[in-house]
């Protein structure tokens, strides 16, 4: 199937898409594992530096997984349950994780305990397409928006408006908001004043990255 997501941590490629998750050596090239247990196209994938994996997909349901140094059966942690519609997004910070669905539910986690003491809309019936972390701020693109989300409180502390089609992806590097659109833009949004402060023209934006105020965007073009 297809190849909807990877990481690479600690020298290891991890990939998503089929119901499996596949592990790579990034050393050798070399595939050391394949980690069965979703029911559904693994649509996200987040990992750390001590080899914990944390999937996504549209099963509605995470799974934890702890990649051995040694080589020995990996087995899943924990299985995360909650989501009523399909996981589309993660984003994972210490030893939390938050993940976005189809329908508009967004849910943070606790990756010790399994618990989800937060559970929330960014926007009901509408996906959220991709999540961001920024301390106790999550940022949330559900359709058309973004929806800034107090995870302390679990409510919406504003609304980004200004795209004219479903965003795909986001990337935070502040003070800075970056959102690609199917509206053929990128927006630059400011947290100091949560308004759009640079709208660059670009075909279809797929994917998004950002580093020394460089940004790198992928396109329905192939360019």
Request: hydrophobic share 40%; net charge neutral.
């Amino acid at each position: 199937s297809n190849v909807r997501c990877v990481q690479h941590q600690a020298g290891l490629i991890a990939t998503g898409g089929e119901p499996s998750v596949r592990v790579w050596s990034a050393e050798t090239g070399q595939q050391t594992c394949t980690l069965e247990g979703h029911a559904h196209y693994v649509s996200c994938l987040r990992m750390d530096r001590d080899r914990r994996l944390v999937s996504g997909s549209w099963d509605r349901t995470l799974r934890i997984w702890q990649l051995p140094e040694d080589g020995s059966e990996v087995r899943s942690v924990e299985t995360l349950e909650g989501h009523t519609a399909s996981v589309l997004c993660l984003e994972t910070s210490l030893d939390r994780a938050a993940s976005g669905s189809l329908g508009g539910e967004v849910r943070v986690w606790n990756l010790l305990t399994g618990a989800s003491p937060i559970s929330t809309y960014a926007d009901r019936g509408s996906a959220v397409n991709a999540i961001a972390w920024e301390r106790n701020l999550l940022f949330c693109a559900a359709d058309m928006h973004i929806r800034v989300i107090d995870i302390l409180t679990a409510k919406v502390v504003v609304s980004l408006s200004g795209h004219t089609d479903a965003i795909t992806c986001l990337v935070v590097d502040m003070p800075y908001i970056l959102s690609g659109s199917r509206d053929s833009s990128v927006r630059v949004w400011s947290s100091r004043s949560w308004q759009c402060v640079r709208t660059i023209s670009c075909p279809g934006i797929r994917c998004l990255g950002v580093a020394k105020r460089t940004v790198v965007a992928g396109l329905d073009t192939g360019e």
